[in-house]
């Protein structure tokens, strides 16, 4: 069942292509290979951007496995609820995946993005278009994996990340990193791409092309981010600025030449709510645990490469405790009730801002909640989220 | 600059001592290599001989090596990328390290690979280590392929056959032996041997690790 699937061996594709007199690309990856000894000659290049997928020289050989894949089966889906505008979006997409055009769909924070799609696999499906629904990040993927398992109980759905089981496999439906689509080689004929803005996604071209590559051509693309970048605007947009429970965004508030104690008023101002606080750097989480401490109050940190993040996570939803985190909370997280607050303001984007305030009432019972920037100076980036949120608003 | 093992950007910093020497790794990084430590014969820290030196000194195969680092977990996911993964450029990090490596030698000899070892992984990485030494680089040896030495116990390893070969005549050089990492040294020992039979004037070793 291995199929299109990239493997290394001898035959006739050249593993890294030579432009004319420009430089040399990975044909795996699309990166700038190094110069290094081999025992072909003194002229072999390998690619380090993809090493971890195995080591690609100039004298060796990628090739992909041609048979044709079966065509998908219709599979039965368990509709939900969706409010009239979120059936709007939801018949724009279908249109889209049946016409095999491209949209960027533009939804506030907990707009309910995900079950907007689901129609429009479906359709896809029936068409016998194979679907590949990639986001940038583990956490979003597995809460995706999770929904379409559950709205489509009998398809067959491959998820695909690091460590996966399901790796170099294809399913009617695949859930997958981008950064597993390096092994794919038009294989989808439907690509979904989530978050379109996160990290690192937006600025690693090599991802792009991966997800590019994975596409057959003439594949039907729709892209879904809260906080698009201008280049991405340029695609047909459609845009849903009300969030499914109907409320408001919380605007959140601006508190320019903050003290600590602002923060601490802060954190005691909700004593029973879970508080999640954003700092610029890992190495910031130290320095604000300690500084709390210091007025007897426990925080727990969590950033990306801290083995026991996802337990932690978990953890902080059920209680009423004080989370400090790095930007990696920043999306795909949903907490009942947070109150959040983000030292440090003037150091974070635009979009990270954007989707830190979309943290705060995303449940139906509690609608609302505190967001509030403690800035020491003004950025366009404190100004333009603001802006954003509250345009957003006004519909 | 962006370091070698772990691809953050960092700001090298230029002082007096370095300023001729190459940064290749950040701060963080550099710091996490340990210098080896006090044996005379073999850099494991603790005494001025070990035991195991003490061993060979009495057999009479008294072979002194320079190790530069201890094969701790900072070392052991160096040699993992470098030699396992595929990743030669990363010799670069240690580059200043053997620039600096004076020793009176007539010829440079890495440790050959098995033919079909080299086939396998395309480069010797103990020839990049000797590129990066200053002197005469010259190959009197051959190996035969035996099963990979990494995974044996130590009298195991004590007790394999000889897989170097001699091909070119070298009496009356001293030569210093290059290897990447010195575990129980049966195998710079192994090579020693060869070379002092076909009458080397005298042998000394190199290696990048010790392990410990």
């Known amino acids: 069942m291995l199929r299109g699937r990239l493997v290394r061996h001898t035959g006739p594709h050249p593993g890294l292509i030579r432009f004319k007199a420009v430089t040399w690309r990975c044909r795996r990856c699309g990166g700038l290979p190094t110069p290094a000894p081999c025992t072909c000659g003194p002229f072999c290049r390998y690619c380090r951007h993809c090493l971890a997928l195995g080591v690609l020289r100039s004298c060796d050989t990628l090739a992909t496995d041609p048979r044709p894949l079966d065509p998908p089966k219709p599979a039965r889906l368990i509709p939900k609820e969706l409010t009239p505008a979120q059936e709007r979006i939801s018949s724009r997409i279908e249109q889209a995946i049946a016409t095999g055009s491209r949209l960027l769909v533009h939804a506030v924070c907990g707009a309910g993005k995900t079950p907007m799609l689901d129609r429009g696999i479906e359709t896809s499906l029936r068409l016998g278009k194979r679907v590949l629904v990639a986001a940038p990040r583990t956490d979003v993927v597995r809460e995706l994996a999770r929904h379409f398992e559950a709205a489509f109980p009998d398809a067959d759905i491959k998820v695909l990340y690091g460590g996966s089981s399901d790796r170099l496999q294809v399913g009617d439906i695949t859930i997958s990193t981008t950064h597993q689509l390096f092994h794919y080689y038009r294989c989808?004929?439907?690509?979904?791409?989530?978050?379109?803005?996160?990290?690192?996604?937006?600025?690693?071209?090599?991802?792009?092309?991966?997800?590019?590559?994975?596409?057959?051509?003439?594949?039907?693309?729709?892209l879904l981010s809260a906080t698009p970048a201008r280049l991405?605007?340029?695609?047909?947009v459609v845009t849903l600025s009300r969030r499914y429970h109907g409320f408001p965004l919380p605007v959140p508030r601006l508190h320019l030449g903050y003290r600590f104690d602002d923060v601490k008023a802060?954190?005691?101002?909700?004593?029973?709510?879970?508080?999640?606080?954003?700092?610029?750097?890992?190495?910031?989480?130290?320095?604000?645990?300690?500084?709390?401490?210091?007025?007897?109050?426990?925080?727990?940190?969590?950033?990306?490469?801290?083995?026991?993040?996802?337990?932690?996570?978990?953890?902080?939803?059920?209680?009423?405790?004080?989370?400090?985190?790095?930007?990696?909370?920043?999306?795909?997280?949903?907490?009942?009730?947070?109150?959040?607050?983000?030292c440090e303001a003037d150091r974070f984007t635009e979009s990270a801002l954007i989707q830190i305030a979309g943290r705060a009432g995303r449940s139906t019972d509690h609608p609302d909640g505190d967001v509030v920037f403690f800035a020491d100076d003004r950025t366009n980036a404190l100004y333009g989220s603001i802006d954003a949120i509250k345009r957003a608003n006004r519909g | 600059m962006k370091c070698l093992l772990c691809a953050e950007h960092?700001?090298?910093?230029?002082?007096?001592?370095?300023?001729?020497?190459?940064?290749?790794?950040?701060?963080?990084?550099?710091?996490?290599?340990?210098?080896?430590?006090?044996?005379?014969?073999?850099?494991?820290?603790?005494?001025?001989?070990?035991?195991?030196?003490?061993r060979w000194r009495l057999k009479g195969e008294k072979l002194v090596t320079r190790t530069l680092y201890l094969y701790d977990a900072a070392g052991k996911d160096f040699m993992r990328r470098f030699k396992f993964l595929g990743d030669p450029v990363l010799i670069e990090v240690f580059r200043s390290d053997l620039k600096q490596v004076r020793m009176k030698v007539d010829w440079i000899v890495p440790l050959p690979l098995s033919a079909e070892r080299i086939a396998d992984r395309r480069y010797n990485q103990s020839a990049l280590i000797a590129k990066r030494i200053r002197g005469r680089k010259r190959n009197p040896l051959s190996r035969i392929d035996l099963p990979a030495s990494s995974g044996l116990t130590k009298a195991e390893r004590e007790g394999r056959e000889n897989p170097f070969r001699l091909?070119?005549?070298?009496?009356?050089?001293?030569?210093?032996?290059?290897?990447?990492?010195?575990?129980?040294?049966?195998?710079?020992?192994?090579?020693?041997?060869?070379?002092?039979?076909?009458?080397?004037?005298?042998?000394?070793?190199?290696?990048l690790f010790r392990s410990v």
């Open chain 2, 167 to 207: 091909e070119r005549p070298c009496a009356g050089k001293r030569i210093l032996l290059v290897d990447d990492v010195y575990t129980t040294g049966t195998t710079l020992h192994q090579a020693a041997s060869v070379l002092r039979a076909a009458g080397a004037a005298e042998v000394c070793a190199l290696t």
């Open chain 2, 10 to 54: 960092f700001i090298p910093v230029w002082t007096p001592e370095n300023l001729f020497t190459s940064q290749r790794t950040c701060p963080d990084c550099t710091m996490k290599f340990v210098k080896s430590g006090e044996c005379a014969d073999c850099g494991k820290p603790g005494r001025t001989l070990c035991a195991d030196c003490v």
């Open chain 1, 266 to 342: 802060f954190i005691l101002d909700h004593p029973d709510a879970p508080r999640l606080l954003f700092v610029p750097r890992v190495s910031q989480l130290d320095v604000w645990q300690r500084k709390l401490a210091e007025v007897g109050i426990t925080a727990e940190t969590v950033h990306a490469a801290d083995p026991a993040r996802a337990e932690k996570v978990e953890r902080f939803r059920t209680s009423r405790g004080i989370l400090l985190a790095t930007t990696i909370l920043e999306r795909g997280v949903t907490i009942k009730n947070v109150q959040v607050a983000v």
């Open chain 1, 232 to 236: 991405d605007r340029l695609l047909p």
């Open chain 1, 188 to 222: 989808f004929d439907t690509v979904i791409v989530d978050e379109i803005d996160a990290f690192p996604y937006r600025f690693d071209y090599r991802l792009r092309r991966a997800v590019r590559r994975a596409a057959k051509p003439g594949a039907s693309r729709i």
